[in-house]
């Protein structure tokens, strides 16, 4: 599967972002999939992720109650709402297609397809 991410930009703290990772091929509805971001100077680190039908979520604790992960198979779309945005959200944020499904991991390398990234800057 190939990932695009989109949505990003530059928001005011306290505001709003949806990023969305369109996806190609077959494979999508039956992935869990995830997010991650990678701030300046920062290793990659574990966002939240969504089992293949989006009946299951998990979020790290910087993202629980503030963003939300979605997806809609018919769209092929993964999505992430991120509400109360704060400076340190700051980072180029990436969709991954995990290499399982049903074993939720928070590690990078459980992931083998990755979109390009999509840079969100929140100001103070």
């Known amino acids: 599967v190939q990932l695009q991410a989109s949505g990003g930009g530059l928001v005011q703290a306290g505001g709003s972002l949806r990023l969305s990772c369109a996806a190609s091929g077959r494979t999508f509805s039956s992935s869990d999939m995830g997010w991650f971001r990678q701030a300046p100077g920062k290793e990659r680190e574990f966002v939240a992720d969504?089992?293949?039908?989006?009946?299951?979520?998990f979020y790290a604790d910087s993202a629980k109650g503030r963003f939300t992960i979605s997806r809609d198979n018919a769209k092929n779309t993964l999505y992430l709402q991120m509400n109360s945005l704060k400076p340190e959200d700051t980072a180029i944020y990436y969709c991954?297609?995990?290499?399982?499904?049903?074993?939720?991991?928070?590690?990078?390398?459980?992931?083998?397809?990755w979109g390009q990234g999509t840079l969100v800057t929140v100001s103070s």
């Open positions: 969504i089992n293949w039908s989006g009946a299951s979520t």
């Open positions: 991954a297609k995990s290499k399982y499904t049903g074993n939720r991991s928070i590690s990078a390398i459980a992931y083998d397809s």
